[in-house]
């Protein structure tokens, strides 16, 4: 800035230094403000498209998963903290958010239905502040074990304390109490949806939020790198720490939402199963993406819910994917939605969409083949009783027949083997179609 001689009156200094100053422009994220425009439309469009109450009390479920997932992803995909017992968070917000409703239905607390899940997210940060500072001492291995304990040991205490979790029938309460406010009583599910839906749409943004300051940062460089964290002078425990109340915060949100859509809390809620679905669905997903939790929680109710009622094989198929995805996909969905929009931007992925045909054709045909079978194993050893006969996907089969057997056997092995060829002639596309995108960096580079 110039200097101003000291004589100078007043207008003469503010011109100076008004003309000294720099102004910057910063433009607006018009694709991140439509994306958020996007997600609250769906939000608020779901319920009108499917309107019955099972699809209703599915979309709910949906909403709970996200809060839940995201919550959990703080830990996995932000700080690469690998937790076996987060439902223990969830869960024990759940167990707060059914007592405030009980406290509130007998008139001793004075609260709205719709404030409930924050009695959660408060009871998730409190045992997150209690139990999480002993478990953020160590990383690694030595971090997973220690919620793995902790996680068993919440868990077992469900049945030693049964004032505060209600033993082996839980809790239960009712969450239509007090006056309706606008003639809105939370009573009907479509009600209640909308509420899951504004927590799950301002917890969306808050945890997006998060990733863009200081601590969301530091928490990757914890994850990437912890020994330069600590020599540039941050505590990693610190951080870990402090991400870990917020994770629990949330978790327990997600709990209080969950005890109003089912009014009813009991052991599983902290059990193994639970912490496990998070940790397999928010993998499924892509936890190294922000929206990656998202697609997981949404597969999640979907396997949970509608898998389990198709067949009694879902945790077969189930881990069948997992170990597939593992095995060819460690970024999830989303890591492949990723890829293929790289490949778009980049004008390649028209050339490619043969290949996506050859491969879906062959893999739904060795799909096929394997749920048959896996179908009839289930059939002969669990509905013996009901004969042989049985009946997949409109077709009635012969479990015994040699037939059936010889045609599964048949449509697999002529499945997998173009399935192989397909995919090596895809490799080859798609090898090819991300060196012309590395030649075409580079030269943008050199400009």
């Not at 994770?247 to 949100?253: D, K, P, V």
């Not at 928010?282 to 898998?307: D, E, Q």
Request: proline residues 3%; charged residues 10%.
């Amino acid at each position: 800035m110039a200097a101003v001689p000291s004589g100078a009156p007043p207008a003469a200094t503010a011109r100076r230094q008004a003309t000294s100053r720099s102004y910057h422009f910063k433009p607006w994220n018009v694709g991140r403000a439509l994306i958020w425009s996007l997600f609250a439309l769906t939000l608020l469009v779901v319920p009108l498209l499917w309107t019955t109450s099972f699809a209703q009390t599915m979309l709910c479920q949906m909403g709970i998963g996200i809060i839940a997932c995201l919550a959990y992803n703080i830990l996995l995909g932000q700080g690469g903290m690998l937790s076996f017992g987060h439902a223990v968070y969830s869960g024990l917000g759940g167990y707060v958010a059914i007592h405030t409703l009980n406290a509130v239905s007998a008139g001793s607390l004075h609260l709205p239905v719709s404030l409930v899940p924050i009695a959660g997210g408060l009871g998730g940060l409190f045992f997150a502040a209690l139990l999480g500072y002993v478990t953020t001492k160590k990383s690694g291995t030595t971090f997973a074990m220690i919620t793995l304990g902790l996680g068993e040991l919440v868990w077992s205490m469900s049945l030693m304390l049964p004032e505060f979790f209600g033993g082996e029938g839980g809790v239960s309460g009712n969450r239509v109490v007090g006056e309706k406010v606008f003639g809105i009583s939370f009573g009907p599910q479509i009600q209640l949806y909308y509420l899951i839906a504004a927590y799950c749409f301002v917890c969306t943004g808050l945890m997006f939020a998060l990733t863009r300051t200081p601590l969301g940062r530091m928490l990757n460089a914890v994850r990437d790198n912890p020994e330069r964290v600590e020599f540039i002078g941050y505590s990693t425990q610190r951080v870990r720490y402090l991400a870990f109340m917020i994770s629990g915060f949330f978790a327990g949100i997600a709990g209080g939402l969950s005890t109003l859509n089912t009014e009813i809390v009991n052991a599983e809620v902290v059990g193994a199963a639970r912490s496990g679905s998070y940790l397999l669905f928010v993998f499924l997903g892509g936890a190294t993406f922000f929206f990656g939790p998202i697609i997981g929680a949404v597969l999640m109710v979907v396997a949970l819910v509608l898998l389990s009622e198709l067949t009694q094989a879902w945790l077969l198929y189930l881990g069948l994917v997992f170990m597939f995805m593992v095995m060819f996909a460690p970024g999830g969905v989303a890591g492949l939605i990723m890829m293929n929009l790289r490949v778009a931007a980049h004008g390649k992925l028209g050339r490619l969409w043969t290949g996506y045909l050859a491969l879906a054709g062959t893999a739904g045909t060795v799909l096929l083949a394997v749920a048959v079978c896996i179908e009839m194993v289930y059939h002969l050893r669990l509905n013996e009783a009901l004969g042989p006969q049985m009946n997949f996907l409109g077709v009635t089969l012969n479990a015994k027949g040699l037939d059936a057997w010889c045609g599964a056997a048949l449509l697999l092995l002529t499945g997998a083997g173009l399935f192989e060829v397909s995919r090596r002639h895809f490799a080859q596309q798609w090898g090819a179609a991300q060196e012309e995108i590395e030649r075409e960096v580079k030269r943008r580079e050199a400009l």
